[in-house]
């Protein structure tokens, strides 16, 4: 059996193991999904100034776990993405990367809808460098910090849902890209109320292209 390791670079224990439920509902058979949360990294990451915490721990992580067949990087900043592809021939990929292959094969446009300002440098960086700048209508904040979405969903989802109707108004044919790990806690209960508009879940489209890879492999 084939082996995917899910890495949280953060330290909050609760948000792997919500990311791992979101994750086993989309999972290929004959493979198996373990998560790993980085006891040494801030309790969430939100900006460059936490990934740069987080980044020791997480590769600490993926070169101590070198048995497993492929790596998910559980935040939507690709946290350590690079040096990660340095330490190991496995495959790696990061749960942002993830979502804008997911968001470009199967929609036009999209845009990115993350949790604090801080975060918006950081992924209108990744999307520029990562080549998905041309598809993209813009990076937005939600005002909502990482920890109120895994601890408060319910105080969580209104916000997170008028700024997606915002969004809409501004670019009705979008799919709207939600740009943290913790967002996958509310994407069914969004996806509910919002019907017609399109979701990209970052966690589950990092799990289903890695489920695809390594059996490739």
Known sequence: MKSIAFINPNST????????QAGLRCMSSGICLTGFTNQHGPPSIQGSADGELATPGLLSLIKSNQQMDGFIIGCFDNTGLEEA??????????IG?????MACLTSARFTVLTTLDVSVPVIT???DNLGFSMWCDDVLASDVPVL???????????KVRKA?????????????VLGC???TIIKSELSEQLKSV??????????????????EG
Request: hydrophobic letters at 40%; one cysteine or more.
């Open 125 to 127: 960086e990744n999307i």
């Open 198 to 215: 399109q979701l990209i879940d970052p966690v589950t489209s990092a799990v289903r292209l890695m489920c695809a890879v390594v059996k």
């Open 181 to 183: 790990a913790g967002m």
């Open 85 to 94: 592809r340095r330490l190991t021939h496995k495959p790696v990929i990061g």
């Open 164 to 176: 997606i109707k915002n969004i809409k108004k501004r670019f009705p044919e979008t799919a709207i």
């Open 97 to 101: 990367q993830a979502a804008y292959h």
């Open 148 to 158: 109120e979405l895994e601890f408060h969903p319910e105080s969580a989802v209104p």
């Open 13 to 20: 224990k609760e948000m792997t193991e919500s990311c791992i």
